[in-house]
């Protein structure tokens, strides 16, 4: 399965949906997924919203829990790999990345410019 590089730059705004949860191996299976060195996989639902009111939601598959990611929070996708997938007459893409972090939150330009004038 070919992976194809996403520039993340061009999603936009990128907010958590879902909050990140241990991904399983099948439906009906409550059997974790784990990496090739054992590390739990989780899955992230995130939001992209690109050019006006459109908002797409997709599934990011990352090893290891993303610390400090909350619904609703923006978040940094670093890695980000798109792949296609077919099984029987199902198709789709699924995503993967080599993390999820939350986005650094900036302080207020109101507060910045009063602490500097104090």
């Known amino acids: 399965m070919q992976s194809i590089p996403v520039d ?19 439906f009906g299976t409550k059997e974790v997924k784990k990496d090739k ?19 797409s939601v997709i599934e990011i598959s990352v090893t290891g ?8 929070g923006e978040v940094r996708v670093t890695g980000l790999e798109a792949f296609s997938w077919a099984m029987g007459d199902r198709h789709g893409i699924s995503f993967r990345a080599a993390a999820i972090t939350p986005a650094p939150v ?13």
């Open 8 to 26: 993340v730059s061009r999603l936009g705004v990128l907010r958590c949906a879902v909050a990140p949860e241990p991904k399983l191996t099948g």
């Open 65 to 72: 829990e993303p610390k400090g990611v909350v619904e609703g």
């Open 37 to 55: 060195e054992g590390n739990t996989v989780y899955t992230v639902a995130v939001t992209v919203r690109q050019e006006g009111r459109r908002i």
């Open 106 to 118: 900036a302080a207020p330009a109101a507060a910045a410019s009063r602490a500097g004038g104090a």
